[in-house]
């Protein structure tokens, strides 16, 4: 196996695992994680076609494409502590991080 495809398999775990549990949790937290390697999962998709685009020469990644990721690490951070702060609040407020609790608060 070449370490293209190992990246993409990873990748792809990564994918289906933060996806799956984006699908299945009730917990607020958890979702944030979710999301979090749902990205994680993309930047390294987008590393991985950046690193083996020039035939696969180690250490010569496109530097734009490292600068988008880490960008949207940074956005991903930030969005991580706002959500973060937003749910510390709904639980000082409600007394629960269930999502479907929340959602029937609003009938």
Do not use: C
């Not at 390294?44 to 250490?59: D, P, R, Y």
């Amino acid at each position: 196996m070449s370490m293209f495809n190992f990246y993409l398999i990873t990748a792809a775990v990564l994918y289906f695992l933060g996806f799956y549990g984006l699908a299945s949790t009730k917990n607020m937290i958890k979702i944030v994680i979710s999301l979090e390697v749902l990205v994680m999962a993309v930047n390294l998709n987008f590393i991985t076609f950046a690193a083996f685009a020039n035939g696969g020469v180690v250490g010569l990644v496109d530097p734009f494409v490292q600068t988008f990721v880490v960008i949207s690490i940074f956005i991903g951070g930030a969005i991580a502590a706002i959500a973060l702060s937003l749910i510390w609040n709904a639980y000082k407020h409600y007394g629960t991080l269930d999502v479907r609790e929340l959602s029937r608060l609003k009938e």
